[in-house]
């Protein structure tokens, strides 16, 4: 719900101000694109540290313990057992905060990752980053409303649609048709293709219709969303892959 609530307030911000946009992307990016890079990050950092094999076997035997041993305290009904548990899990947990440090001793270690904690996304350098081809396009889906954000290497524009009941029953009917079709039935999606594309991808198509490339970050049940198949215009065969390559991402850090 706070969560939810940053977006809408980065939004708001973005009307007068387009450093909200930057706000938004941030909002975003703490929900679910910085746990994953900062775990890729690490992995990379501790795969170019010069430290021993046998402190990284031991890292990982430590961490299997942790995890080992919170289902065991989650599961375990004596109090007995817990307490006993509860203080392996405290040793554990020191002892690899010991073998961290001998990462942290590692100068490479060090250098990259100060370098990367420095590294700031926003929308600008998201526009360096990405060539002509290219448009990022991210939905967000709040209770009550699709907030659309794209990018591209000459514009940015960031939207807000209302999740109302006929975009959400044109969504549920197009992924049905999708992904329910019986063999020997027609197929029944194109009306729900059309307007799930005017709805969602129209309000941006200043920014992403000169792109040929289109990079889709999904949210919820847009996850399923299979955007390529969605219809521009209520012609026969006017479908998104006739004129855009589409792939799929997690975030814009990743």
């Known amino acids: 719900v706070v969560f939810k609530k940053a977006v809408a307030v980065a939004f708001d911000k973005s009307i007068s101000d387009k450093k909200g946009i930057d706000d938004y992307i941030a909002v975003l990016e703490n929900y679910k694109g910085n746990a994953l890079h900062q775990n890729l ?3 990379v950092l501790k795969s170019n540290a010069s430290v021993s094999d046998s ?3 031991r890292e990982k035997e430590l961490k299997q313990l942790l995890a080992f041993y919170t289902s065991r305290v989650n599961n375990s009904a004596a109090e007995e057992d817990v307490n006993l548990m509860q203080q392996r899990l405290l040793e ?3 002892e690899l905060s010991r073998l961290q440090k001998e990462f942290e001793k590692d100068e490479t270690f060090n250098l990259y990752r100060m370098q990367t904690s420095l590294s700031e996304i926003n929308s600008k350098n998201i526009e360096n980053l990405i060539d ?3 448009a990022l396009i991210n939905l967000f889906m709040a209770d009550s409303a699709v907030y659309i954000l794209a990018i591209s290497k000459a514009n940015t524009s960031l939207q807000r649609i209302p999740a109302d009941d006929e975009l959400m029953k044109a969504i549920r009917t197009y ?3 999708n992904y ?3 063999e020997g039935r027609r197929y029944e999606g194109n009306d729900a293709a059309h307007l799930v594309y005017r709805r969602l991808f129209s309000p941006v198509s200043n920014v992403i219709q000169p792109c040929s490339r289109w990079v889709i970050i999904p949210d919820n049940i847009l996850h399923y969303l299979p955007v390529e198949a969605l219809k521009v215009t209520n012609a026969a065969n006017d479908f998104v892959i006739r004129s855009k390559i589409v792939s799929y991402h997690y975030s814009f850090s990743l």
């Open 180 to 182: 329910k079709h019986v």
């Open 132 to 134: 002509h081809r290219t």
């Open 55 to 57: 402190i990284r076997r």
């Open 175 to 177: 992924l049905d048709e």
């Open 92 to 94: 554990l947990k020191v």
């Open 41 to 43: 990050q690490n992995i």
